[in-house]
């Protein structure tokens, strides 16, 4: 009988715990269709698998999950440093149309359970017909629609909706060390600038005088130089923890398919930490490929905001 007793409380806590891990996922403006059920199928599937996973300190059962190959990489090498757990129960969000008839699930609550826990939302994408193909860390709702609202137009609206896409898969790159992403990112002739605290006795750099004096130095890198030391990087962090805020998007005003981009980064890691100010000149003229030829980071504390890099600093000539 005691043994009976006990294997009942074992079986019950299983099922509880089983409980706890699940999210109920609805989808406020899905059509109905076969492929919009399918994607909220999917994506309950994902969520409530990454939930179990992370509660049982295992890898992802992508069994019963429609996914592509390259998803399943790409979250497979996420979990190694940033494994996540929904922390809603039942979630009511939207799903958007993407370019090529594919659709996306935004807002998705997960707490990133590493040695640095953060709040994050998740950012699910999927193809024409309803497979997950993308998992990334987006950025918070409120800024996502102000962003999307100050398109001009609604091809500038569509760039938005695909840079915004963009940065939030390249910042998510970060967290699952992929170099190989990273280095199809940057053009060949991408321009690196990072922003050097100088100590009282040095000098400035003036390579950039236009941008004024400051206790910064600007160290330029080019693409190879910048991937090795980010190949170091990951190699000495076990985690790395990389976030966006305050973001600004500015089309360039001759070259259409130019923009900037300005944010402010927070960088986490096993061995470091800190906050700065970060540029991206993105070039779009091919829209499936987009590229940075341009990388500035400055320290936030050491850098006015008058001083901080954007993208009239920059002549461009095509």
């Not at 806590?13 to 109920?24: D, F, I, V």
Request: proline share 2%.
């Amino acid at each position: 009988m005691g043994r009976f007793y006990i294997a009942i409380l074992f079986v019950l806590g299983a099922l509880m715990a089983t409980a706890q891990n699940r999210t109920q996922i609805t989808l406020r403006n899905a059509d109905g269709s076969a492929v919009q059920n399918q994607v909220q199928k999917n994506a309950q599937l994902f969520v409530n698998a990454a939930n179990v996973a992370s509660a049982r300190g295992k890898t992802i059962d992508w069994d019963n999950i429609d996914v592509t190959k390259n998803a399943r990489e790409r979250v497979n090498a996420l979990w190694e440093t940033s494994v996540f757990r929904c922390t809603e129960t039942r979630l009511t969000t939207s799903i958007l149309r993407l370019p090529g008839n594919r659709f996306q699930v935004r807002q998705i609550p997960v707490v990133v359970v590493n040695e640095d826990r953060v709040d994050q939302e998740l950012v699910l994408n999927f193809s024409a017909v309803g497979a997950l193909e993308d998992v990334y860390f987006g950025i918070e709702r409120h800024r996502y629609t102000n962003l999307m609202s100050e398109g001009r137009d609604l091809r500038d609206f569509r760039r938005r909706q695909m840079i915004l896409d963009f940065i939030e898969n390249f910042r998510t790159a970060y967290n699952r060390k992929d170099l190989d992403m990273l280095e199809m990112t940057f053009s060949e002739n991408a321009l690196i600038i990072v922003g050097r605290v100088l100590q009282e006795t040095e000098r400035g750099f003036d390579g950039m005088a236009s941008l004024g004096d400051r206790q910064v130095e600007l160290i330029r890198f080019n693409k190879q130089q910048y991937m090795e030391n980010l190949r170091r990087v990951f190699r000495r962090n076990a985690f790395i923890n990389v976030t966006f805020d305050d973001i600004e998007i500015v089309q360039h005003g001759h070259h259409d398919e130019i923009y900037g981009v300005n944010l402010k980064q927070t960088w986490r890691s096993s061995t470091y930490g800190d906050e700065g100010y970060l540029f991206l000149m993105i070039d779009f003229e091919d829209e499936d490929h987009p590229l940075i030829h341009v990388r500035a980071w400055q320290p936030e504390k050491d850098t006015p905001m008058e001083e901080v890099i954007e993208l009239g600093d920059f002549d461009i000539v095509k």
